[in-house]
């Protein structure tokens, strides 16, 4: 009967020990946009032996993402939109403030070959007539509201002379605004090249012009809700997650096949438009160091939307950025 009672005991003191150890375990939550940036990374060991647990959100635009960080649904947000973060701020009942922004940015990815291989374009169906810029006017112009598709979609109508009142806006999510310019649903539209690779290729669509070209920067950003970065086991998480991810994407900059791969395998892409795929949405991560050139390019740019009135208001970009993460990306891109 002793040992019974023994056994019992040393059971439930077990149960009661792994239970603790489950509950204690930390769980950092990162959103992303498409399937294929999981499949990309999980595909080496980047992630391997990570001292918490990752859960995956895939999320379908700047909007839902802005309301998931702030919702306490997501912890960080790996490729929303650099502009996300300070539209939101625009649009609150008064700016935030570098101390009460319930989220910012952690880090940007800058584009590998921005020339070359542009992450963001405008694009047009092909029986839509549209050659230029200028062509839009009139046309059906879609884009998904609030992150940089909206912002380089009005850069876009900027450079040509033209605004919203010329064309007929359609306001879509992310997910269906490049689908509906390749099935001629929608004229024209800002979309990620990587996702308009095959109608590209075989003339669907054609690039009217690159993000660079109508003024922005491209970057895209790693944003984090505010009160994640204050818990001491999540802040130590995602420091880690930064210099690995850091170490990752410059290790893919340089093996396009294996990415190429990730594209086939989510997207169904030939292994010639998969590559091209990778190369356009190969990105390395960089500091938001306000004495660093991205930042400088990141307050110019804020300045100029605030102009053509993607920002309701003018904002500080300072105030949405959080640079603490320096170190732990300066180590990963050595």
Do not use: C
Not at 4 to 15: C, E, I, K, N, P
Not at 46 to 52: A, H, Q, S, V, W
């Amino acid at each position: 009967m002793m040992r019974l009672r023994f056994a019992a005991a040393l059971l439930v003191a077990t149960l009661f020990v792994s239970q603790a150890s489950h509950a204690a375990e930390t769980v950092l939550r990162v959103g992303i946009f498409q399937d294929v940036t999981r499949e990309a990374i999980e595909a080496t060991d980047f992630l391997k032996g990570t001292p918490y647990r990752i859960e995956w959100a895939r999320l379908n635009g700047a909007g839902p993402t802005v309301q998931a960080l702030g919702g306490n649904a997501i912890d960080i947000s790996w490729g929303l939109s650099d502009t996300a973060a300070p539209k939101a701020s625009s649009e609150d009942r008064r700016n935030w403030s570098a101390g009460n922004a319930p989220i910012k940015l952690i880090g940007l990815l800058a584009p590998v070959d921005s020339t070359r291989y542009s992450p963001s374009l405008v694009i047009a169906s092909k029986a839509s007539g549209v050659t230029k810029l200028a062509d839009l006017r009139g046309k059906t112009y879609a884009f998904n509201e609030g992150g940089n598709a909206n912002a380089v979609g009005l850069l876009a109508l900027d450079k040509a002379g033209l605004s919203l009142k010329d064309v007929k806006l359609r306001l879509l999510t992310y997910d269906a605004t490049a689908p509906a310019v390749v099935a001629g649903a929608v004229d024209a539209a800002p979309a990620t090249r990587s996702r308009v690779a095959d109608a590209l290729a075989t003339g669907a669509v054609r690039e009217l012009a690159t993000e660079n070209e109508v003024g922005f920067p491209g970057f895209v950003s790693v944003t984090a809700r505010t009160a994640a970065l204050k818990d001491p086991q999540l802040d130590a998480a995602i420091g880690d997650f930064m210099t690995r991810l850091a170490r990752y994407l410059n290790w893919a900059a340089t093996h396009d096949a294996e990415t190429a791969a990730a594209y086939v395998k989510t997207q169904q892409l030939t292994q010639e438009q998969a590559l091209f795929a990778a190369k356009s949405g190969a990105y390395r991560l960089v500091p938001v160091n306000a004495d660093g050139a991205p930042f400088k390019a990141e307050v110019a740019a804020t300045r100029k939307l605030g102009e053509i009135g993607f920002y309701p208001r003018p904002v500080d970009f300072s105030t949405v950025v959080d640079d603490r993460y320096t170190a732990r990306i300066e180590a990963g891109n050595r």
